[in-house]
């Protein structure tokens, strides 16, 4: 439901562009780059680290959203307002992203949507969009977190770290994490497989509780 995250995850949309670009902009030739180089240089500022937690069925949107959120902040996440989110598309409608004013009203609107939604937070400067599975009307199957990889990648470990210990928290049985996994398909198939028995692939990080 909702934007397909390989067109959301890849650029597609106006998602926030690394800070460490230092003004790169995509479309021209940074100086003493040759094309090729710079294609090179592109592909990797829109690389993105994708990470899915994965519930064995579904759970009360509104309780688990603000649990989710509650660890969250815990650890120094918030909400970044002045970024998007997204209430996922029902009954055929096609809804359009919105600027974040208010993230306790947005994130209000995203756990009382039946289909939910995702939203953006922010961790020392890095942007993480992080989306709600919908399992069913009123229900989530589990979460998708994706950040720019060259964000990412300044605090791996740390954020390796805390993603299997949210992983636990959320009484999870399955955590997945690589650079680009959802280019081909969505985080919603790898939720239905999972929930089905069926524990398939090798990532650069892979937990599962059968």
């Not at 709600?132 to 470990?157: D, M, R, T, V, W």
């Not at 954020?159 to 049985?173: T, Y």
Request: glycine fraction near 8%; hydrophobic fraction near 35%; proline fraction near 4%.
């Amino acid at each position: 439901m909702g934007i397909p995250f390989r067109l959301l995850t890849a650029g597609y949309i106006n998602l926030p562009c690394p800070k460490s670009t230092k003004g790169f902009a995509i479309g021209s030739l940074e100086k003493g780059l040759t094309k090729s180089e710079q294609e090179s240089k592109t592909e990797i500022m829109l690389s993105r680290t994708h990470i899915v937690i994965i519930f064995k069925d579904g759970r009360d949107a509104s309780p688990s959203i603000d649990l989710v959120n509650k660890l969250l902040t815990s650890e120094g996440f918030s909400i970044e307002v002045g970024e998007l989110y997204y209430l996922n598309d029902i009954n055929n409608s096609n809804n359009d992203p919105e600027v974040i004013i208010s993230g306790e009203e947005c994130l209000n609107k995203i756990k009382n949507w039946p289909t939910s939604g995702w939203i953006h937070y922010s961790f020392r400067k890095i942007s993480f969009l992080v989306s709600f599975l919908c399992y069913s009307e009123g229900k989530i199957g589990g979460i998708f977190f994706s950040a720019f990889s060259n964000q990412y990648s300044l605090y791996p470990e740390e954020l390796d770290r805390f993603f299997v210990q949210l992983f636990h928290k959320l009484n999870g049985v399955r955590i997945i994490r690589g650079d680009d996994l959802f280019e081909n398909f969505e985080p919603e198939d790898e939720m239905r497989r999972v929930q089905s028995g069926i524990f398939e692939g090798k990532f650069d990080l892979d937990l599962s509780v059968n």
